[in-house]
């Protein structure tokens, strides 16, 4: 059964989630207007319910000696997930295994070597336990954010704009909060598109509300409040924003 969290743990996880090591409970309870041994509390409570599994050094592999990162999608085929996903974590240079729900793709297997003799024996031993490498990619660079949802309820301090940093040109998928009577709320996407607010090349891919996430069809209506995911290959013109946000 999931654990229920309110709106001081969910900003207790943002705060956690945007720079862990450096961020005490006194500068959390700061933010969260509570006090610091409150803040304690909710991460022990937090980290007994598996919610916070733990806190990782986020390391660039190629700044100690050149290494290289890839990325393996693989099939496990017939063979039970979990143990398969257990069992690839003692294969020397894989770092991090994800368990997918699909059939074909079903762990994501991310591996470090030196060079690309050293990944190509990682790859042998992957697929020495019967795993099948589907496809792989060597990653160039890798990105987080904390989930915007739990961010800060200040609107005078709260960004429209949470995804992303730049707003255009170079942005391709950008995280809004619909404001109060932009012009998009209350229309649907069908709608939107047909009085031409939503360019043909922006697409809106997800939509968070207080229920949940939502993947948004061209029936689906937009909401004041709305976190609006949205992506553009040719990147999100201010304009656009605009539509959402109403500035």
Known sequence: ??????????????????????TSAPDIAAEVDVSAPTV????????????????????????????????????????????????????????????????????????????????????????SLGIEIDDEDLIHREYFRPYAPFGPRDEASASAVTGVAGLAGDADVIEVLVRDAAPIAGKTLQEANEDGLIPSDVLVVRINRDEGSITPTGETTIKERDFVTIHSRSGVTEETLEVFTGN
């Open 40 to 127: 304690r509390n909710r991460i022990r409570r937090l980290e007994e319910a598996g919610v916070i599994r733990g806190y990782h050094a986020d390391v660039d592999y190629q700044k100690v000696g050149g290494r290289l990162t890839n990325h393996y999608v693989c099939s496990t085929g017939s063979r039970d997930r979990e143990e398969m996903a257990q069992r690839v974590l003692d294969v020397p240079g894989v770092i991090n295994v994800r368990e997918i729900m699909s059939g074909k793709g079903d762990l994501r297997i991310t591996v470090v070597g030196t060079d690309t003799d050293n990944l190509t024996r990682v790859a042998q031993g992957i697929t």
């Open 1 to 22: 059964m999931a654990l229920q969290i309110d709106t001081i743990d969910e900003q207790i996880l943002y705060y956690l989630s945007q720079e862990a090591r450096h």
